[in-house]
């Protein structure tokens, strides 16, 4: 018979709300050996076990393995020690938040640039989730353009030219805002030779594709546009270059490239 304050695995493991599959585990691995064990072979825990496995459980949530706890935690009797095993689980579990807080908000992004594809592409949804993971901050860009034009761009940005093309634009930005703070007029020979370098620039970029021009032009409504720096200096100054190139066009004197159905029908 066996004594009343004594425990059967199953007893052990309901009172602590664990498997009986976790205390038969943590006994043979030697973490949780029983008191005893009675004359039919069963397993029987004391209320020292108890506590025991009530320490290895607290341990378990505070996310150290079972590892650290027979073999560092359980030995030591020093309180300086122990929290030295503290504060490294601390530091670990801080650089764990830190990497859920980067998946969430990863996964954030990436929900709100899919809900606005006008159509799912795969395609370019694995674009854009994998410049998120990379921390890119031009993955807002993708949604903008179709495969075929998107993948264009992709190659015009290789070998360092996009950047130095957004350097370029950059830099014109700054030109018109400082023409628009001295209040120049839009059909004044300086706006018209400033949007005839930045006119220039976007058919050496594009090639003259009409269908990368439109797509190119949807990027500034996008709130993320927000935190790319050449996007903050051309919102600035995009009605002011805006107004130029239109008075340009209407005089002939910036033409906008034709189309395949222009060049047919011609």
């Given at each position: 018979m066996r004594k009343s304050n004594?425990?059967?695995?199953?007893?052990?493991?309901?009172?602590?709300?664990?498997?009986?599959?976790?205390?038969?585990?943590?006994?043979?691995?030697?973490?949780?050996?029983?008191?005893?064990?009675s004359e039919g072979g069963r397993?029987?825990?004391?209320?020292?076990?108890?506590?025991?496995?009530?320490?290895?459980?607290?341990?378990?949530?505070?996310?150290?393995?079972?590892?650290?706890?027979?073999?560092?935690?359980?030995p030591s009797n020093e309180a300086a020690e122990i929290d030295n095993y503290l504060k490294q689980q601390e530091t670990r579990i801080k650089h764990d938040i830190e990497m859920l807080e980067a998946k969430h908000d990863t996964i954030n992004k990436f929900r709100q640039e899919m809900k606005a594809m006008k159509k799912l592409d795969w395609n370019l949804l694995v674009e854009i989730l994998s410049l998120l993971r990379n921390n890119d901050e031009n993955f807002w860009v993708v949604k903008h353009f179709d495969k075929e034009t998107y993948s264009k761009i992709k190659d015009r940005f290789k070998d360092d030219k996009g950047e130095a093309h957004m350097k370029y634009m950059q830099n014109l930005c700054e030109e018109a805002k400082v023409l628009k703070d001295q209040e120049i007029d839009c059909c004044d020979i300086k706006s018209i030779d400033l949007v005839k370098r930045w006119w220039n620039k976007i058919l050496e970029f594009t090639g003259g594709d009409v269908d990368m021009i439109k797509q190119m032009s949807r990027m500034t409504d996008d709130e993320n546009s927000i935190n790319i720096e050449f996007m903050n200096?051309?919102?600035?100054?995009?009605?002011?270059?805006?107004?130029?190139?239109?008075?340009?066009?209407?005089?002939?004197?910036?033409?906008?490239?034709l189309t395949k159905e222009d060049n047919e029908n011609d």
């Open positions: 004594l425990m059967t695995t199953g007893e052990i493991a309901r009172k602590m709300n664990v498997s009986v599959r976790t205390v038969q585990y943590y006994d043979k691995i030697g973490l949780l050996r029983p008191s005893e064990t397993r029987l825990y004391s209320l020292k076990d108890y506590m025991l496995l009530h320490q290895i459980v607290s341990l378990k949530e505070l996310g150290f393995t079972l590892s650290d706890i027979r073999e560092r935690l359980m200096k051309y919102k600035e100054v995009e009605d002011y270059i805006g107004k130029a190139l239109t008075y340009c066009f209407e005089r002939g004197i910036l033409t906008f490239p």
